[in-house]
């Protein structure tokens, strides 16, 4: 089982940049690939990136290639997202979530329903 917890959201400035962490307690962390999502007031929550295990494999939603980029330190039991020229339209709560579900059979886990847990969210502003 594992338990994540998001950290280093924020408020920034459009064309900003912000790094957030899941830190994940769980001796079983390494095996799970994992995933962030974002959630907009009146809107559905949305794929953002995902992860393999080994952090040898990763997807990105079209909207954020190029801007984020996912990552994960094993031994730490964390994964972390770097956002780079951050837009109002990025703003959201930002949830981690893990899975032992394949990521490649389930073609790059875009949906939420395909993972087991998740973080209580961090909030990120991205004021124009």
């Known amino acids: 089982q594992v338990q994540p917890v998001e950290s280093g959201g924020g408020l920034v400035q459009a064309g900003g940049s912000l790094r957030l962490s899941c830190a994940a307690s769980?001796?079983?962390?390494?095996?799970?690939?994992m995933g962030w999502f974002r959630q907009a007031p009146g809107k559905e929550r949305e794929f953002v990136a995902s992860?393999?295990?080994?952090?040898?494999?990763?997807y990105y939603a079209d909207s954020v290639k190029g801007r984020f980029t996912i990552s994960r330190d094993n031994p730490e039991n964390t994964v972390y997202l770097q956002m780079n020229s951050l837009k109002p339209e990025d703003t959201g709560v930002y949830y981690c979530?893990?899975?032992?579900?394949?990521?490649?059979?389930?073609?790059?886990?875009?949906?939420?329903?395909?993972?087991?847990?998740w973080g209580q969210g961090t909030q990120v502003t991205v004021s124009s």
């Open positions: 992860i393999s295990w080994s952090g040898g494999t990763t």
């Open positions: 979530a893990a899975t032992v579900r394949s990521l490649s059979y389930y073609g790059g886990l875009t949906n939420a329903r395909q993972y087991d847990y």
């Open positions: 769980g001796r079983t962390f390494s095996s799970h690939n």
